[in-house]
């Protein structure tokens, strides 16, 4: 067979001094050896900071940006060409590559039925992300199957989704409080896609996008990509500061406020009526698009559901606020459905937008969500006292063996944010791989690079009974200090959820 290969053109160049800030700030500050550098580097091209063909600084340029001698850059840079993390022509500069047949680890080898247990015995704790209801799953898609011939006949391209699907969310909507028609209703691949989808069409590039500091990674990602730029606003154990909010809507004029109200991701807070309220109110006056993500509203654990955002809406600032969801928390990621809710005119704008992406959703996806929303009820019946269970049992374990980290309760969601009370994450997080546990450090979570070094973002979406030996994992890895695990990658895989 010919050899046949990808030649990528390397048009992006990444300056010394702009590394060295992303290595720095990964590494907490320390001037890093040979070893630590590639490792940072690496990270940095699996988490998506550095994009790949990239070309890298020139090997004089980094050290002195660095502060570190030129031999350690050209080990560092030797080291990622060896493990396939870099490539370089005789002569020419090195730019980022990935090796043959590289694969997120933590997406590889679930076990079945059980999200973070991994088949060689690692425990992961970085994907907040609960496996499917396997029974309903199943009958779910045994119904879409025998449906499915009746959509045969058609084109089967359905841009803005099957109209069966768009109603049963629209009800939805309307049952939890906000009367919504099938016409203000987009179905997504995942919510996800939603949110990049209104992003690039609300969004020009170089507008700002208010955000919340920490925040949901993809999402800041898709912000950057579509070349907007991220306005911050931090969220703390005490939760949203709404006056900062206000105040940061009114001075830094952004176009789109992304909030994430329900159970955020990742600190678990849920915003008081009475700051949508104001929010809601400071909108309407500065002309703000509200993008509103309900991914993880219906992971409601200790108080009743929280009613749609956009219920709250005064007259007027109602077709501002465009809400995105989908079925990933309440049922599973794998299924790749969601949905945007907004006036009916955005709608047809969104999936006249989406049409040279991929044109639509999958039908045979769309019929099995169908089946999966009217048992809704049942299924989160079903999955709430287990996630409650198991945030319990995570609570009680990290108290009794790691009694120096503190978090707060979140009313809901899927993952404790934790305070390691030092900046430690990347290292803890290097560590711990050798102790046989992948957790995800809070910097991955920053709206800036490298802050948030003193947070972990912990999932409770494992069976109960795993978080004695999480935590005596995490205790071990604790104990033998941050360079136990020299040579292990300091990321496990190339996204978060
Ligand atoms: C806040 C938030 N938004 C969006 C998503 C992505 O959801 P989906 O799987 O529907 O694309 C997630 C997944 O973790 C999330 O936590």
């Known amino acids: 067979m010919a050899d046949v290969r990808v030649v990528h053109s390397v048009d992006r160049r990444l300056g010394g001094s702009r590394l060295a800030e992303l290595v720095t700030g990964a590494a907490a500050g320390e001037r890093p050896g040979y070893r630590a550098l590639a490792q940072a580097i690496r990270a940095l091209l699996l988490d998506g900071r550095v994009p790949l063909h990239t070309r890298l600084p020139a090997e004089r340029e980094l050290a002195s940006a660095l502060g570190v001698s030129r031999a350690t850059v050209t080990a560092a840079y030797d080291l990622l060409r060896d493990s396939g993390f870099a490539a370089s022509r005789r002569g020419a500069s090195t730019w980022t590559e990935l090796p043959e047949g590289r694969r997120p680890a933590n997406v590889t080898a679930f076990a079945p039925g059980m999200a973070g247990g991994t088949a060689d015995g690692t425990l992961d704790l970085a994907i907040a992300a609960p496996a499917a209801p396997a029974a309903e799953l199943g009958d779910a898609v045994a119904a879409a199957a025998a449906q499915l011939p009746a959509h045969a006949p058609t084109a089967g391209y359905h841009p803005y989704g099957i109209p069966e699907l768009r109603e049963a969310v629209a009800e939805r909507f309307t049952r939890r409080g906000l009367p919504t028609l099938p016409d203000q209703i987009l179905i997504t691949t995942g919510a996800q896609h939603a949110i990049s989808l209104v992003l690039s069409l609300l969004g020009r590039p170089g507008e700002r996008v208010l955000v919340e500091n920490p925040s949901y990674p993809n999402a800041l990602d898709a912000i950057r990509r579509a070349g907007l730029r991220a306005a911050p606003v931090p969220v703390t154990d005490a939760g949203w500061d709404t006056a900062l909010i206000e105040s940061t809507l009114r ?9 994430v109200p329900d159970f955020q991701n990742p600190t678990g807070a849920l915003m008081e009526r009475e700051q949508r309220v104001r ?20 992971i409601a654990l200790d108080v009743p559901p929280p009613p749609p955002f956009a219920s709250l809406a005064p007259h007027g600032v109602a077709e501002q606020v465009v809400t995105v969801g989908s079925l990933s928390k309440s049922h599973w990621g794998g299924l790749r459905i969601g949905w945007v809710r907004a006036g009916s005119r955005l709608i047809t704008e969104l999936a006249m937008a989406r049409v040279p992406t991929d044109i639509a959703t999958p039908v045979l996806e769309q019929l099995v969500a169908l089946h999966l929303m ?19 049992a995570l609570a009680a374990a990290f108290t009794r063996q790691l009694p120096e980290w503190r978090w707060q309760l979140p009313p809901g969601g899927l993952s404790l944010w934790i305070d390691l009370g030092a900046p430690i994450a990347s290292s803890l997080a290097r560590a711990a791989l050798g102790h046989g546990v992948r957790i995800e450090g809070g910097s991955r979570f920053g709206a800036d690079p490298g802050t948030h070094e003193h947070r972990l973002r912990i999932p409770f979406t494992l069976a109960p009974e795993l978080y004695e030996e999480a935590a005596a994992r995490l205790a071990a890895a604790l104990a033998s200090g941050p360079d136990a695990a020299d040579g292990a990658d300091p990321r496990h895989g190339d996204w978060v959820a």
Request: hydrophobic residues 45%.
């Open 279 to 298: 929010i809601l109110e400071t909108a309407r006056a500065t002309g703000t698009w509200l993008l509103i993500d309900e991914t993880i509203a219906d």
């Open 374 to 392: 009217g048992g809704i009820d049942e299924v989160l019946r079903e999955r709430l006292p287990r996630l409650r269970a198991s945030r319990d």
């Open 251 to 259: 001075q830094a004029a952004p176009r789109i406020a992304y909030l």
